[in-house]
């Protein structure tokens, strides 16, 4: 008995460290076992869920949330336009969790329209969106997120706000606590 629970011990032991370093273990029967089916160098996929203008639009509006346009529009391939189509959830969901926890009016005035810069976190990617400056927002976020240089503040969830001349252009990662 006191010798098998010596070789199980042996074999946990060797699993754990094989684990750590990231390689595969030999089992008890001497053959390989790799724990992990995707190679460490390969790329990780992160699925986020896209939300139709009329969705968004319901989500904003049941939250008490506001937008605008230059144009009076929504389309997508518009620059003047404000437009939610192909929004991440968790964008939406963070605007809705800023404005119930500020307090503060939020009027959108950006979106995934495009004419915005480009990136992996862009507007058009369903990452951003921009909302209007008032004295409201403005102190809520200077006074409860941490400053980060370059006009920008981290919120504690690791969302970043950053304030523009006339907006605060607003990245969200994920939904800030919703």
Request: proline share 2%; with cysteine; glycine share 12%.
């Amino acid at each position: 008995m006191r010798t098998a629970l010596l070789r199980l011990a042996t074999v946990a032991a060797s699993a754990v460290a094989a684990l750590a370093l990231g390689t595969g273990f030999a089992s008890a029967t001497g053959g390989e076992h790799d724990p992990v089916s995707t190679p460490a160098d390969a790329p990780i996929s992160i699925q986020v869920t896209k939300l139709s203008q009329s969705d968004a639009a319901a989500r904003f509006r049941s939250s008490g949330i506001t937008w605008s346009s230059s144009g009076g529009c929504t389309n997508r391939q518009n620059s003047t336009c404000t437009s939610f189509e192909q929004i991440n959830l968790t964008t939406v969901q963070g605007g809705q969790t800023f404005k119930s926890a500020s307090g503060c009016a939020v009027n959108i005035t950006g979106g995934t329209e495009v004419g915005h810069a480009s990136g992996t976190y862009s507007h058009y990617n369903g990452y951003k969106i921009d909302i209007s400056l008032s004295s409201c927002v403005t102190g809520y976020i200077q006074r409860n997120f941490t400053a980060i240089g370059g006009n920008q503040w981290r919120s504690g969830s690791g969302n970043i706000y950053y304030l523009e001349s006339n907006h605060w252009d607003i990245t969200y990662y994920n939904c800030g606590g919703c």
